[in-house]
């Protein structure tokens, strides 16, 4: 038999695969020594911010906290590979089109500005100063500023979504798509009205007092690999770790700590989940109901026996509205319902009652398993329910713990990029720079798409990111992209979306994290906000990729310049000089980031206000709310037993859009990403066996009357429940209708895409 890459990985995450993970990451992209060098900063009080993820750096770092997927991170930016322009001349775009991702991007650094040209289907170098007139001429050419959509990639920093902000509204547009509108904004909008932010409130400390921890809908030992630091801690002191995930993620069952000596040595591991419920797919709210439910029963049954109840009844009058309606609902919500919506069985889901009721403290972490649904903000809702239910809110071990994406994601929301334009924020401009800045709601990431599909918007400047590779719908989104007059890219490598070329496309290469950034003013620090609202500097030492690339800072305020003039008299050249001096222009309009340049000089920086630890509540009648869903919102085949839920997902040698490598080691896939991953009864329900190939049919009602097909999938019968499925990001986007989105919040449901599946007319690749 061929090995066809798909295998059982019988080891624990982590360990010493981890550590050859990193050294091959590194070989790949750069000489080792240096290699090992940089590494060495990453995350360090006075070192840069690892570019991998959100999670939150220990206080007291003394070594290097280790991390294969930080490493990846780190050393695909600090590659020794250069996208030159004698490499684009010898490909055109039509060419380099045909290539997958991983090829695009591997082809190394951007050195200089790029503009497509038409007639050799090739981007040739320009210099700065045309690229910024070109710009200005296309964006000062619309009749509309709101003709201009003006993307974010959670990578930038604070300072760099700062300025862009104010250019923006200064152009005078809201519109600010951003990838967190495909990523947590279930988050932001359904927890304000809960808690009164739309954040997480513990800290790094909490994890320490935690007395039961539950995980739903992420996967850290891929994602977020720092925190398997804290879940191995919280474990081996005894904290049970109840997992709600579809899938078995080996990061969740077992880990070798590589910091461990012992374990290292011994090749031991310590077990994470204490319970691992394998919910369906688009199952968790009717699993958190079923949850509270025992909540309920559990309280009922302890009143009876004389007791005080397993309810906080103190928190929830002083602090919470909305409760009887919860219980109401909770009632009229049967068990049926839940075992059904959730795949989970009453008992399992009692179970995990009586720990929460057992546990003085309670963190809820969560992911892209729980946001990105159609019912993501409900989802995000019952969340808080649960937690309001004990009051795991305002004291040490508890509260909510959204992981974030992009490494600095939540702080370029902070700092301003919200299409919707708060008040506060509105005000501060206006006080500190003079102009009114425009107050209509401007477009999110699905609504950006949908003006630039029907033509409504012409102009897409992108700081960062991958958007159309990102984004549903491939089709319609590629074609939309094409149509644009004027598309910018500001980026350290090149990918599909530079690709998608408009009437004009730039390409403007900028400075990573980990790379020194001088300015007139001196060598620069920029901010960055972790997911637990820590804001701290960052700080690159590395030399650019080339003389002509300059920070994002620089280069939004290059495009401002060229595009405003002397409009509303903003400095931007001096504001560049020297990054204090946007900081206190932050500071001016944000009062949350009083003494800011003080604060960040302190290792570690410090912590943005969170009402929710504080017991103060930020919603409109000044309380928590308990917000009722009602019934169990079986997401979304409903009845047809042909249709599956198939969920999209990250492999564990990707960054979102950015393909490192095709492995995807701890789910025993290796070598390849063209699979799917099925229960064996499905498969067998339908004739097909493991390693069958398949295609898989998109089956959403809003794609009614297209057919997208992602064709020759091998089947892979993994640990997923019956009715469940799952396949890889992006590839998978084509089977994403634009329209299967949460109303409430945008985000496309990239975790519940209905499907068939039928047996490809070819089977043997090789043969035919
Ligand atoms: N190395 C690396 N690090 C990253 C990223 C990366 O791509 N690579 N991306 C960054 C970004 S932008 C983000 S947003 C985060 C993403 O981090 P995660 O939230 O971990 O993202 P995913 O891999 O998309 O999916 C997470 C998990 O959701 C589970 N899941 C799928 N559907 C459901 C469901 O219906 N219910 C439940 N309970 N679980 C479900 C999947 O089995 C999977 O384990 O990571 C960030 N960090
Ligand atoms: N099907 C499906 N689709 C999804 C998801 C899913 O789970 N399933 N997840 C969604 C989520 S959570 C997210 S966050 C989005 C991600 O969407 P994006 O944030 O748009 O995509 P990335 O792949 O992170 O962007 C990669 C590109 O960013 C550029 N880049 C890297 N570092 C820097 C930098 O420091 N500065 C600048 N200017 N550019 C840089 C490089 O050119 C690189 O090619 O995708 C979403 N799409
Ligand atoms: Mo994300």
């Given at each position: 038999?061929?090995?066809?890459?798909?295998?059982?990985?019988?080891?624990?995450?982590?360990?010493?695969?981890?550590?050859?993970?990193?050294?091959?990451?590194?070989?790949?992209?750069?000489?080792?020594?240096?290699?090992?060098?940089?590494?060495?900063?990453?995350?360090?009080?006075?070192?840069?911010?690892?570019?991998?993820?959100?999670?939150?750096?220990?206080k007291h770092t003394s070594a290097f906290e280790f991390c294969?997927?930080?490493?990846?991170?780190?050393?695909?930016?600090?590659?020794?590979?250069?996208?030159?322009?004698?490499?684009?001349?010898?490909?055109?775009?039509?060419?380099?089109?045909?290539?997958?991702?991983?090829?695009?991007?591997?082809?190394?650094?951007?050195?200089?500005?790029?503009?497509?040209?038409?007639?050799?289907?090739?981007?040739?170098?320009?210099?700065?100063?045309?690229?910024?007139?070109?710009?200005?001429?296309?964006?000062?050419?619309?009749?509309?500023?709101?003709?201009?959509?003006?993307?974010?990639?959670?990578?930038?920093?604070?300072?760099?979504?700062?300025?862009?902000?104010?250019?923006?509204?200064?152009?005078?547009?809201?519109?600010?798509?951003?990838?967190?509108?495909?990523?947590?904004?279930?988050?932001?909008?359904?927890?304000?009205?809960?808690?009164?932010?739309?954040?997480?409130?513990?800290?790094?400390?909490?994890?320490?007092?935690?007395?039961?921890?539950?995980?739903?809908?992420?996967?850290?030992?891929?994602?977020?690999?720092?925190?398997?630091?804290?879940?191995?801690?919280?474990?081996?002191?005894?904290?049970?770790?109840?997992?709600?995930?579809?899938?078995?993620?080996?990061?969740?069952?077992?880990?070798?700590?590589?910091?461990?000596?012992?374990?290292?040595?011994?090749?031991?591991?310590?077990?994470?989940?204490?319970?691992?419920?394998?919910?369906?797919?688009?199952?968790?709210?009717?699993?958190?109901?079923?949850?509270?439910?025992?909540?309920?029963?559990?309280?009922?049954?302890?009143?009876?026996?004389?007791?005080?109840?397993?309810?906080?009844?103190?928190?929830?009058?002083?602090?919470?509205?909305?409760?009887?309606?919860?219980?109401?609902?909770?009632?009229?919500?049967?068990?049926?319902?839940?075992?059904?919506?959730?795949?989970?069985?009453?008992?399992?889901?009692?179970?995990?009652?009586?720990?929460?009721?057992?546990?003085?403290?309670?963190?809820?972490?969560?992911?892209?398993?729980?946001?990105?649904?159609?019912?993501?903000?409900?989802?995000?809702?019952?969340?808080?329910?649960?937690?309001?239910?004990?009051?795991?809110?305002?004291?040490?071990?508890?509260?909510i713990c959204p992981l974030r994406g992009h490494s600095n994601?939540?702080?370029?929301?902070?700092?301003?990029?919200?299409?919707?334009?708060?008040?506060?924020?509105?005000?501060?401009?206006?006080?500190?720079?003079?102009?009114?800045?425009?107050?209509?709601?401007?477009?999110?990431?699905?609504?950006?798409?949908?003006?630039?599909?029907?033509?409504?918007?012409?102009?897409?400047?992108?700081?960062?990111?991958?958007?159309?590779?990102?984004?549903?719908?491939?089709?319609?989104?590629?074609?939309?992209?094409?149509?644009?007059?004027?598309?910018?890219?500001?980026?350290?490598?090149?990918?599909?979306?530079?690709?998608?070329?408009?009437?004009?496309?730039?390409?403007?290469?900028?400075?990573?994290?980990?790379?020194?950034?001088?300015?007139?003013?001196?060598?620069?620090?920029?901010?960055?906000?972790?997911?637990?609202?820590?804001?701290?500097?960052?700080?690159?030492?590395?030399?650019?990729?080339?003389?002509?690339?300059?920070?994002?800072?620089?280069?939004?305020?290059?495009?401002?310049?060229?595009?405003?003039?002397?409009?509303?008299?903003?400095?931007?050249?001096?504001?560049?000089?020297?990054?204090?001096?946007?900081?206190?222009?932050?500071?001016?309009?944000?009062?949350?980031?009083?003494?800011?340049?003080?604060?960040?000089?302190?290792?570690?920086?410090f912590r943005l206000p969170i009402g929710p630890a504080e017991?103060?509540?930020?919603?409109?009648?000044?309380?928590?709310?308990?917000?009722?869903?009602?019934?169990?919102?079986?997401?979304?085949?409903?009845?047809?037993?042909?249709?599956?839920?198939?969920?999209?997902?990250?492999?564990?040698?990707?960054?979102?859009?950015?393909?490192?490598?095709?492995?995807?080691?701890?789910?025993?896939?290796?070598?390849?990403?063209?699979?799917?991953?099925?229960?064996?009864?499905?498969?067998?329900?339908?004739?097909?066996?493991?390693?069958?190939?398949?295609?898989?049919?998109?089956?959403?009602?809003?794609?009614?009357?297209?057919?997208?097909?992602?064709?020759?999938?091998?089947?892979?019968?993994?640990?997923?429940?019956?009715?469940?499925?799952?396949?890889?990001?992006?590839?998978?986007?084509?089977?994403?209708?634009?329209?299967?989105?949460?109303?409430?919040?945008?985000?496309?449901?990239?975790?519940?895409?209905?499907?068939?599946?039928?047996?490809?007319?070819?089977?043997?690749?090789?043969?035919?």
């Amino acid at each position: 038999m061929t090995d066809n890459g798909i295998r059982t990985y019988t080891h624990a995450a982590g360990g010493w695969d981890a550590l050859g993970a990193v050294a091959r990451a590194i070989k790949g992209q750069m000489n080792a020594v240096a290699g090992a060098k940089i590494m060495l900063r990453n995350n360090q009080p006075d070192g840069f911010d690892c570019p991998g993820c959100a999670w939150p750096d220990p206080k007291h770092t003394s070594a290097f906290e280790f991390c294969e997927n930080g490493a990846k991170a780190v050393s695909w930016e600090a590659t020794d590979k250069r996208a030159t322009p004698e490499v684009f001349a010898a490909h055109t775009v039509t060419e380099l089109l045909a290539w997958n991702d991983h090829d695009i991007e591997n082809l190394g650094r951007l050195t200089h500005p790029m503009a497509y040209d038409a007639a050799s289907d090739r981007y040739l170098a320009i210099g700065w100063d045309e690229a910024f007139a070109r710009i200005a001429a296309g964006l000062n050419a619309l009749p509309d500023p709101n003709m201009a959509e003006f993307y974010t990639s959670g990578r930038a920093s604070n300072e760099a979504a700062f300025l862009y902000q104010l250019f923006v509204r200064a152009y005078g547009t809201n519109n600010f798509p951003d990838c967190s509108n495909m990523c947590h904004e279930a988050t932001s909008v359904g927890l304000p009205k809960a808690i009164g932010i739309g954040k997480g409130t513990v800290s790094l400390e909490d994890f320490d007092h935690a007395e039961l921890i539950i995980s739903i809908g992420h996967n850290p030992g891929t994602n977020h690999p720092r925190m398997m630091t804290t879940l191995h801690a919280a474990a081996r002191r005894g904290a049970p770790i109840v997992v709600l995930n579809p899938l078995r993620e080996r990061a969740l069952e077992r880990f070798t700590a590589p910091q461990d000596p012992l374990e290292m040595a011994t090749f031991g591991a310590t077990a994470i989940a204490s319970d691992y419920l394998q919910v369906k797919v688009g199952g968790d709210a009717a699993a958190l109901k079923g949850v509270m439910k025992g909540v309920l029963a559990l309280d009922a049954a302890d009143l009876a026996s004389g007791g005080a109840g397993t309810l906080d009844r103190a928190f929830i009058a002083e602090h919470t509205n909305g409760f009887d309606a919860l219980v109401a609902d909770l009632e009229a919500t049967g068990w049926a319902q839940i075992e059904s919506a959730s795949g989970l069985s009453r008992a399992a889901l009692e179970n995990v009652a009586r720990l929460y009721c057992q546990a003085k403290s309670t963190i809820v972490c969560f992911g892209m398993g729980v946001t990105q649904h159609r019912h993501g903000t409900e989802n995000v809702q019952q969340i808080a329910n649960l937690l309001l239910l004990r009051g795991n809110f305002g004291r040490p071990g508890a509260g909510i713990c959204p992981l974030r994406g992009h490494s600095n994601v939540q702080g370029d929301r902070t700092v301003g990029i919200d299409e919707k334009a708060p008040q506060a924020l509105r005000e501060g401009l206006q006080r500190v720079f003079g102009f009114v800045p425009p107050v209509a709601k401007g477009h999110d990431a699905a609504e950006a798409i949908d003006a630039i599909f029907e033509g409504r918007a012409k102009a897409l400047v992108c700081l960062g990111g991958n958007l159309a590779v990102a984004m549903p719908d491939p089709v319609r989104t590629f074609a939309a992209m094409r149509g644009l007059e004027l598309a910018v890219h500001i980026a350290t490598k090149p990918n599909r979306s530079h690709l998608l070329t408009a009437r004009q496309s730039i390409v403007l290469p900028c400075l990573g994290r980990t790379e020194l950034d001088l300015q007139a003013g001196g060598p620069q620090s920029v901010t960055v906000e972790d997911s637990m609202s820590m804001v701290h500097a960052s700080t690159g030492r590395l030399p650019p990729p080339s003389e002509f690339v300059r920070s994002e800072p620089a280069i939004v305020a290059g495009i401002a310049q060229a595009v405003l003039g002397a409009r509303h008299g903003i400095d931007w050249a001096g504001m560049v000089a020297d990054y204090d001096r946007i900081r206190d222009a932050i500071e001016a309009v944000l009062p949350a980031f009083t003494g800011y340049n003080q604060r960040i000089r302190v290792p570690g920086g410090f912590r943005l206000p969170i009402g929710p630890a504080e017991r103060v509540w930020h919603t409109a009648s000044g309380k928590a709310e308990f917000l009722v869903m009602p019934g169990v919102l079986e997401d979304p085949a409903g009845a047809d037993p042909s249709v599956l839920t198939l969920a999209t997902l990250r492999s564990h040698d990707q960054y979102n859009t950015t393909i490192y490598g095709f492995d995807d080691r701890y789910r025993g896939i290796f070598g390849r990403r063209d699979v799917v991953f099925l229960n064996a009864d499905d498969l067998a329900e339908r004739g097909l066996a493991a390693g069958d190939r398949v295609d898989v049919v998109a089956a959403s009602a809003e794609g009614a009357g297209t057919e997208a097909v992602l064709g020759q999938l091998t089947a892979v019968a993994y640990a997923i429940p019956k009715g469940s499925a799952a396949a890889y990001y992006p590839e998978a986007n084509v089977l994403i209708p634009a329209a299967h989105r949460d109303p409430h919040s945008g985000t496309p449901s990239y975790k519940s895409v209905p499907v068939r599946l039928r047996r490809s007319a070819v089977q043997d690749i090789a043969a035919a």
